[in-house]
């Protein structure tokens, strides 16, 4: 009468085990055979607090993730190359829209997400037909959004958050707190000025930079492209 169950246990871990997702083991381990690459970042509000419980999903060609941010607000996941789009859900919260990014074997993104509030504050009102719940939305954001002409097939873009922008003489201005993201780059500041022409991008005021590897704080920053890759010249 024992041996029936030891080898009901041994079915159920050996199931358990057949059904796991692949360990990883270290950059450029392997999914489905393919050499792999890692993003990997953090959520958080306007404010820099984390946001535990979010959801990121990851889109690729032949790829969708579906994560949760965990107690620290991070997310990361390991993929087969090559160019995926990231977004969230989150209750009270505009998903994050932001550019393409690619990633490469061995390669390892951190990129930070950011969703604009949607939901300002909820009331409690007592009525004579009932309770009520009102609820106080913000307006979604804005974004624009470039192909590079050098690279228009490469599938890559320049997404720019805003709240409002002006355009004049091939420049567009854009303030009321913006982002612009390029593959792994995340650039935010108060106000952007953009040259149509050339696609250099000037920031200024509570600048952040992100580069897919480091987060820096800066009064300023200067992102210019060479061949469709940004560089970025930073402003103490």
Sequence with gaps: MIKPVYVAIFLLITLAATNAPPVSTGLCSRFHGQPTGRIQGTVVDPNGALILNAVVIIKGRQTIRRLTTNLDGAYE??????????????????????????LLPGMTITITLAPPL??????????????S??????????YDSFLLPPLASAQLDLVIRFVRKRTR?????????????????????????????TFRIE???????????DRTHAKGAVVEFKEGEPIVKITQ
């Design 203 to 213: 920031a200024e005021g509570n600048v952040i930079v992100e580069d897919g590897k």
């Design 118 to 131: 949607r939901v300002s504050s909820v009331a409690l009102e007592v009525t004579t037909s009932g309770i």
């Design 133 to 142: 719940e009102p609820v106080t939305t913000l307006p979604p954001p804005k």
């Design 77 to 102: 996941a390991e993929l087969p190359p090559g160019i995926y789009e990231i977004s969230t859900e989150i209750s009270g919260w505009y998903a994050v829209r932001r550019a393409r990014f690619r």
């Design 169 to 197: 003489m091939g420049f567009v201005k854009y303030d009321g707190g913006t982002i612009a993201t390029y593959n792994a780059l995340t650039l935010s500041a108060t106000k952007l000025r953009l040259d149509r022409r």
